[in-house]
């Protein structure tokens, strides 16, 4: 739900955040020590974020995957790839400004994606875009996910969850209420669908802290 802590967890995870206690490991490792190495790891998308409006998508890869320190070959590969998949080619020499909010969307999705990632970190990718770009993003975060890739996803579409998800977890004012297998969700709360789950596992958790607010920690 909103204000739950969904995006600062993601932001924590991508490392643009310090968690004030507890450690994130990244492969074991503390990710506050080796951040500067796992950031090449990894990529991040909110939709909050947006590129500078005044260069073209081209001028945006050469940016970003020099930051990588990508090859110009390996720029110019993965480009390709990205921008042909996601209907961007077309329009490649046109400022990102003029784009449509989804056209900017799966541009900032090809620009995050463009230094091939193991692990993919994103914000609500879908949110407020059109029937048709939620399909083409979903099907390629599936095409990932089935290259290996890890996918570390917050949305409220629970639809998206049970399609895509191997793991979920929930997180209710700030505390994590649940986390397991999509199968397990359901069962654990002795319902049929994920999004009875979801409701259950809110009302109780929410409720909880209203009565402790209320009344105090007995």
Do not use: W
């Not at 020590?33 to 796992?38: K, M, Q």
């Not at 770009?133 to 975060?141: F, G, K, M, S």
């Not at 895509?164 to 969700?185: K, Y």
């Amino acid at each position: 739900p909103n204000g739950a802590g969904k995006t600062t967890t993601m932001r924590m995870l991508s490392t643009l955040l310090a968690p004030t206690a507890g450690t994130i490991l990244y492969d074991g490792k503390p990710l506050a020590e080796e951040s500067d190495s796992i950031r090449r790891r990894i990529a991040f998308l909110t939709n909050e974020i947006r590129l500078d409006g005044q260069f073209t998508p081209d001028e945006l890869a050469d940016y970003y995957g020099g930051l990588y320190e990508m090859t110009p070959e390996a720029i110019s590969e993965n480009r390709d790839k990205l921008f042909d998949y996601f209907g961007i080619s077309e329009f490649r020499d046109r400022r990102y400004e003029t784009f449509s909010t989804g056209m900017k969307q799966k541009t900032s999705l090809a620009i995050c994606l463009l230094h091939d990632p193991d692990t993919i970190i994103f914000d609500e990718p879908t949110n407020g875009l059109d029937i048709l770009t939620q399909h083409l993003i979903e099907a390629y975060l599936l095409k990932l996910k089935e290259q290996g890739k890890c996918i570390i996803l917050s949305t409220h579409i629970l639809d998206l969850v049970a399609r895509m998800a191997d793991r979920v977890g929930i997180i209710v004012d700030g505390r994590s209420v649940f986390c397991g297998t999509v199968p397990e969700l359901p069962e654990s709360q002795g319902v049929a669908t994920v999004e009875e789950a979801f409701i259950k596992l809110y009302k109780e958790n929410h409720e909880e802290k209203a009565i402790i607010g209320r009344h105090g920690k007995e």
